[in-house]
């Protein structure tokens, strides 16, 4: 039984990870949690009423990376992403 959940974790690893949504709109953010990553995106938990468009680049800093996202679906203060690329950290971003 045990072996069999072990499985289903490694293709979509649970985190926790504190990101920034980088809207690029007067380099306003939002900041959200990583609730789940794998390569080809992840899950996002975004504070209520968050504007957040269809596209956007999520900056993680614990990766020091900038995943460009695609909004794929939305519930409530959740948001499924899908990565189409990475860039590095935006210089405008102090964090």
Known sequence: ????????????????KGASILTGISNSEVKCTLRNMHA???????PIGARVPDEFLLYVPADGIG??????WRREDR????FTGTEPK????YG
């Open 1 to 16: 039984m045990m072996a069999e959940d072990e499985n289903r974790d490694r293709h979509r690893q649970r985190v926790l």
């Open 40 to 46: 080809g995106g992840a899950e996002l938990k975004v």
């Open 67 to 72: 995943y460009k996202a695609v909004v794929r």
């Open 79 to 82: 948001i499924g992403v899908e």
């Open 90 to 93: 935006p210089h405008w971003h």
